[in-house]
């Protein structure tokens, strides 16, 4: 089983984003009254359709949520946003790395523990703008530019890592 941990915040998102004007026009309409604010507004579509166009070129690849979006049992709201902004590969999110809450843990760590629990992993790839990772885990590891997100050019890395 290959599987892409995935982070949101950063990848999916970007200051890029924030700056645009359909963020600005969300933002305008929520500041207003006139839309309910929704945390599945923070989802760039461009960067969903970069996540698509990777999830179709590789079809066996699975996803489990690495981001902080999982906690307080939201992730079943985080695959909702997802598909609101358009991913079209809701089965292929099989779950989610577990929540270490203590200050001496890091993403890495959290990833890890699912890594050993789940033993028929062939290969994995990590996606995430910071680098909180095990120096283990960094030739597995693709560290997203958050002034952009998710690029057609780590999606190469991400291809090169996971074959």
Known sequence: M???FLDID???NSKRYYQSD???NISVK???GEQKYSPHFLIDKKS??????LIKSMPDLSIIIS?????????EQTKEYLIQNEFQFESQIIGYTPELNSLKYCRGDEIQLWLNKHLDVSNYCIVDDDNDMLSTQLENFVQINSEV???EEDCEEI????K
Do not use: D, H, Q
Request: glycine letters at 8%.
């Open 48 to 53: 969903i359709e970069v996540l698509n166009n």
């Open 149 to 151: 997100g998710l690029t």
């Open 30 to 32: 929520i500041n207003n």
């Open 159 to 162: 291809k090169r890592i996971l």
């Open 22 to 24: 359909e963020w600005k």
């Open 2 to 4: 290959k599987i892409l």
């Open 10 to 12: 950063g990848v999916l």
């Open 67 to 75: 981001s902080t979006w999982k906690r307080y049992g939201r992730y």
